[in-house]
């Protein structure tokens, strides 16, 4: 007997999916289990500044971006899911906080803090609901970047 997922749930894992995403950018060791429980094998990420596709080679994608900081806190809007047929859109708002390795002559730290609109997608695989897509729109920003490596 096959027990089907109502619409309610099937969004709840989506959002759920965007959630634990952004969290495990501060907080996870990036690797190639990390990827394969949120991303589908022919995934795309899209940054203003530039992008990922496919599952391959994702982790060390995120860890290198990440690793021009210090530290990184990046909160989410609840996510706005759509279900139909196996596949799914969301869209959602983003602060991200990153903190540069280097802090300012008196001390403080020295941020670079940006608003984002996210879009994306998942599919429903065999193995649960994975992230197809993931496309972030700088809205606004405020201070520095890192410097190019």
Known sequence: MEIR???FESRARVAALLDRYLISLDQEELDAHWAA???TADAVVAFPISRHEGIEGMADYHATALSAFAATMHLGSPAVVEVRDGTATLRANLMSTHVHHA???DGA???FTTGTSVRGGARRTALGWRLAELTFRLVWSQGSPPSPA
């Open 5 to 7: 997922e109502s619409e």
């Open 37 to 39: 429980d949120l991303f």
């Open 103 to 105: 802090a300012a002559p």
């Open 109 to 111: 730290p020295r941020l």
